[in-house]
């Protein structure tokens, strides 16, 4: 029996069904039925009924279950016993500007008061970038925004064993521009009135559904990609650019720029993405499940933010 396989049985039963529950672990779905029906062969037992509309476990299931829950926050309990007091070292952890600043900044004050041989790096960057870097080493975590990334590269990614992937939390995303914009203040606002300006992108990341609104009327050309936010600001203030950002970075960004940004009311849109972790090892060090554990806790903090 493996951890790994009573956090898929969790899975599971959060999300209802195999393909929903691989789709959330990043892994596929032959793989994940596998895993389970190895865990029920090495129990002797049945604990999940597989049916045409999802799952439904077992009386038996759902006592696992419960236990599973159990066993996975005694393990976490366990690592942080044997966890070093006085841990050391250095980790190198990047994310997308509004998460460090809003996120990281906190972790790394936390971390390294309790423990004052620790060096947390920060690092800003898009997100495909941050995904290369924890593959090749240059970064020990990343966290990111999938609405900026190709999901079969961080599928494949995973697949392969490159790094792994850990999901930390659901974020509303929404078009915005800068003030003065003829978008701005609108009522409502339809997709296609954006055709007619740029889209402002921080490095390589390009949003998927403007990607997608972009290429459909051929205007692949419009695209002002900028390495720092502060000058990203800039020219969407004077080339009337749009561009799309988690809807709690608008209130955080206006209060530390001149320049205000306005979110725009897109007619049937709803934007979503998916925020997590990705880090390259499989065993993690003391160092890495602290920094983990205490970004877990400040994301939670975070979602509590309005």
């Not at 009924?49 to 066993?71: K, M, S």
């Not at 005694?74 to 016993?81: C, M």
């Amino acid at each position: 029996m493996k951890l790994a396989q009573l956090q898929q049985l969790i899975s599971l039963h959060e999300y209802g069904t195999f393909s929903k529950a691989a789709e959330a672990l990043y892994i596929s779905q032959p793989s994940l039925s596998v895993s389970i029906r190895e865990l029920e062969l090495e129990l002797n037992a049945q604990l999940i009924i597989r049916g045409n509309r999802g799952i439904q476990f077992t009386p038996l299931g759902e006592r696992v279950l419960d236990q599973a829950r159990h066993i996975l926050a005694g393990a976490d309990e366990i690592f942080r016993l044997c966890q070093d007091a006085s841990l050391t070292g250095e980790l190198r952890v990047a994310s997308t500007p509004h998460y460090c600043a809003q996120v990281l900044v906190e972790v790394k004050l936390r971390v390294e008061r309790a423990h004052t041989s620790v060096l947390l790096t920060l690092q800003e960057d898009d997100s495909a970038s941050i995904l290369q870097e924890v593959e090749s080493g240059a970064v020990d975590l990343g966290m990111i925004q999938l609405c900026d990334l190709d999901e079969e590269r961080l599928t494949a990614a995973v697949q392969s064993g490159a790094v792994q992937y850990q999901p930390l939390f659901e974020e509303e995303m929404c078009v915005s521009v800068v003030e003065p914009h003829p978008l701005a203040r609108r009522d409502r606002v339809k997709a296609e009135d954006l055709l007619q300006y740029p889209y402002g992108s921080y490095k390589k990341a390009m949003n998927r559904w403007v990607a997608e609104l972009f290429t459909r009327h051929g205007c692949t050309n419009q695209i002002f990609r900028i390495n720092d936010i502060a000058p990203l600001r800039l020219i969407q203030a004077r080339e009337r650019a749009f561009t799309v950002v988690p809807r709690r970075c608008i209130a955080c960004g206006n209060a530390m720029y001149h320049s205000q940004m306005i979110p725009l009311p897109i007619d049937g849109l709803q934007l979503t993405s998916m925020v997590g972790l990705v880090y390259k090892e499989r065993t993690q060090s003391s160092l890495q499940k602290a920094v983990i554990a205490a970004l877990q806790e400040e994301c939670g903090r975070y979602q509590q933010t309005s």
